[in-house]
């Protein structure tokens, strides 16, 4: 791990392997460690970079409120600051999902393949929005730990939770040890994201989606909606998990992901 400064930030990033670039973008409230097993993996071909959102892990945190176009300008930034000038493979789950669509909009140029993991389109209801800004006060005052019983029946299948328990706690763990403030920016960021779906037809780099069979979040039906309106894209079910596809199913996940990299030239 290393810590590098990106103007009043500092983030922690993890790098391994070498080749063509592969970021992975990690999702809500976790940090970069839910890619451990994509990182084992990929790295033996590619230059794997998998950072710590701002606020999140060993990141810093700066701004009441972080937009997913600010996160997207990090990646980007931080790619200058690494060296890297090859055009890479973006991979984001959930809310890193979000922050891929910023970063194709904003930073085309830089990128050759999109991965989207169990993560949506479509903007937050005002319902949704209004429950976001609610919950990023509650975590200011009480403390991360109040999101571990919310978050985790969302993020895994149930059956991940009784026979998988160590991964399960694991990201418990990271949950908990999360920073107030950079849960609370993110709450408020995603809160304000826009709908992307007049974005798709307009994608022009092979696209892969993904989605968890059982996934409660970003439903099979709904992402693959989405895939569907993006020129080429590839869309998967990953059986047998819920959101949290690359934890749960991680063999299968890298399967596919390895195979659509190949196939797609990267």
């Not at 891929?100 to 993560?119: G, K, M, N, P, V």
């Not at 998988?164 to 849960?183: F, K, N």
């Not at 195979?259 to 030239?265: E, K, N, P, Y």
Request: proline share 4%; aromatic share 6%; net charge negative.
């Amino acid at each position: 791990m290393s810590r590098i400064r990106i103007g009043e930030i500092e983030l922690n990033v993890e790098q391994r392997g070498t080749g063509r670039p592969l970021l992975f973008v990690h999702g809500f409230p976790l940090d970069h460690q839910m890619w451990e097993r994509q990182i084992d993996e990929f790295s033996e071909q590619f230059h794997v970079v998998a950072r710590d959102l701002r606020g999140f892990g060993g990141s810093d945190c700066h701004g009441s409120t972080v937009l997913m176009e600010e996160y997207a300008d990090d990646l980007a930034h931080l790619l200058e600051a690494l060296g890297v000038d090859q055009k890479l493979a973006l991979c984001g789950l959930s809310m890193g999902g979000y922050i891929a669509w910023q970063f194709w909009r904003r930073h085309a140029e830089r990128l050759s393949h999109l991965i989207l993991c169990d993560t949506r389109a479509l903007a937050d209801t005002p319902e949704a929005a209004a429950t976001r800004l609610e919950t990023a006060e509650r975590v200011l005052r009480e403390g991360p730990n109040c999101l571990v019983d919310v978050m985790i029946p969302k993020l895994f299948w149930e059956r991940t939770r009784s026979q998988d328990p160590l991964v399960v706690e694991s990201m418990a763990r990271v949950i908990e040890s999360a920073q107030s403030a950079g849960v609370a920016a993110a709450l408020r960021g995603m809160a304000e994201r826009r709908d992307v779906t007049a974005w798709l037809s307009d994608i022009d780099v092979p696209t892969l989606a993904l989605c968890g069979q059982h996934d409660a979040i970003s439903t099979v039906a709904e992402m693959q909606d989405f895939a569907a309106a993006i020129p080429g894209a590839e869309f998967a079910v990953i059986p047998d998990c819920g959101h949290m596809a690359p934890l749960e199913r991680p063999r299968r996940v890298n399967e596919i992901i390895g195979d659509f990299l190949r196939a797609s030239g990267g």
